[in-house]
């Protein structure tokens, strides 16, 4: 199996892949991981929710949009203080890297010093930088990048054709302005998506079509599973079968060989022996705590077992691999601070 770097990729080459035997796709995938990454090391991230619930979209997975009765309650902007606080404790715990999420549609430009504060002072800790905040401007990006910030999360979710059954209050456009901004801006990019909201294989083989052809891979790839919150629209769609989230994990490792393929929402609720077969199939990142954004992740405990069992160890700080983010990009972060956090699909 190549391991090439493509943009290239068509639907039916990535269905073709999607159709191997389960064993066979599985063994191409691990070989495209082996290329390029220390298959027993695990990149572990935390989140941190600087701004929970109160959304004006309505995303048919997520329970902080206003418009659901989910039972999230709506904070405003965290201080910039708290934020730093959280960060130092992220830090101790050996954090390098610090997420922060905001469930906006896209900050006003009255909220950007603030977060360009919180960046700052989270840089000034040494951490790397990493946030969510919805859509960007051109000119946002740039007065993030300006604050320090290294890497910006924006999800595609779901193929283009699908996206209006899941999202009406903006387009798949604008997702692609907003990476095309954070790119501009020199920022690293965080883009995936979400299965098991009733999408078909061949618009999950899309997902993988429209990340693997952006003009540069994202450097980390969340590959989230429905995580159905009573409320929202797509509460009770039909469960995804496991093996074909294992199939989505392998695919997303041979289209992009170089991203962190990550673990994200949804984890909670898979066995362990499903994450080891998504560790088999080329994820190598998790998120790890007790929630992420607002729904529950597994917690440390746990996590720490698994890892144990199955001889994998967080990557380290310092990353020397070559999967093209950068000196550093491995970093690791083993924060077991949980703040309460959205699980904005997005953020992941
Ligand atoms: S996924 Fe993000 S943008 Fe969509 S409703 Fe939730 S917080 Fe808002």
Request: hydrophobic content about 40%; charged content about 20%.
């Amino acid at each position: 199996m190549s391991s090439e770097i493509r943009h290239d990729w068509s639907r039916e080459e990535l269905l073709a892949l999607f159709d191997l035997p389960f064993p066979e796709l599985l063994f191409r995938a691990a070989a495209v991981h082996r290329a390029h990454f220390d298959p027993a090391q695990v990149q572990v991230s935390t989140l941190l929710s600087v701004k929970t619930g109160g959304c004006p979209e309505d995303c048919g997975y997520c329970p902080q949009a206003q418009r659901y009765q989910t039972g999230v309650d709506a904070t405003k902007l965290m201080d910039a203080a708290d934020v730093l606080e959280k960060a130092r404790q992220a830090k101790a715990a050996g954090a390098s890297r610090f997420c922060m999420g905001a469930a906006w549609r896209s900050p006003k430009d009255r909220d950007i010093p603030k977060v360009a504060e919180m960046i700052a002072g989270v840089k000034a800790l040494g951490l790397e930088t990493c946030a969510t905040l919805g859509m960007l401007s051109p000119g946002q990006a740039h007065a993030l990048r300006d604050a320090g910030l290294d890497y910006y999360n924006h999800n595609l979710d779901t193929a283009p054709e699908f996206y209006g059954d899941v999202i009406q209050t903006r387009q798949y456009q604008d997702r692609l302005d907003t990476l095309e901004h954070v790119r501009d801006a020199g920022l690293k990019t965080c883009c995936g998506g979400i299965v098991g909201m009733g999408e078909t294989r061949e618009q999950r083989a899309g997902l993988l079509q429209a990340l693997a052809n952006l003009p540069a891979h994202p450097d980390s790839v969340p590959i989230n599973r429905l995580v159905q919150v009573a409320g929202t629209p797509l509460a009770g769609t039909a469960e995804l079968d496991p093996f074909e989230f294992v199939r989505m994990i392998a695919v997303a490792r041979i289209a992009m060989p170089r991203s962190m393929v990550r673990l994200s929402a949804g984890r909670e609720a898979m066995s362990d022996e499903l994450q080891a077969l998504c560790f088999t199939a080329g994820a190598n990142s998790i998120f790890y705590g007790e929630k992420l954004l607002t729904t529950g992740n597994p917690d440390v405990a746990r996590d720490q077992a698994l890892f144990a069992r199955l001889g994998l160890q967080p990557m380290p700080l310092q990353c020397d691999h070559d999967h093209g983010i950068g000196s550093g990009a491995g970093g690791t972060v083993h924060a077991d601070i949980t703040a309460p956090a959205p699980a904005c699909g997005r953020a992941a």
